[in-house]
């Protein structure tokens, strides 16, 4: 978290800097929330929220960090770079 701050601070953009220090601060009050009030996991806010930090997180590693897919000609593909041959290592981890 901190050294995304950091980085925006040292880079002066905002972007993607902030936006994956988005990504550690919801996950970290989320669970620090349902750590230390147990009662609470089973609210519609709760899970709500916990759904949504989960989905965010997930599309920040397939998108940004990793680069999972690109868009082309109005199409989503897998990057051209990558470690397996096997492509369908890539689509169970993007589904």
């Known amino acids: 978290f901190l050294q995304n701050l950091r980085q925006s601070y040292d880079?002066?953009?905002?972007?993607?800097?902030?936006?994956?220090?988005?990504?550690?601060?919801?996950?970290?009050?989320?669970?620090m929330f349902g750590v230390f009030n147990p009662d609470q996991k089973k609210s519609v806010l709760w899970l709500t929220s916990f759904v949504g930090a989960t989905l965010y997180q997930l599309w920040w590693?397939?998108?940004?960090?990793?680069?999972l897919l690109v868009r082309v000609d109005g199409r989503w593909k897998l990057r051209s770079t990558r470690l397996y041959t096997k492509t369908s290592v890539y689509w169970i981890i993007c589904g």
Not at 61 to 67: E, L, Q, Y
């Open 11 to 31: 880079s002066k953009q905002r972007w993607p800097h902030l936006g994956n220090a988005l990504k550690y601060c919801f996950a970290a009050q989320i669970a």
């Open 61 to 67: 590693d397939i998108f940004m960090d990793w680069c």
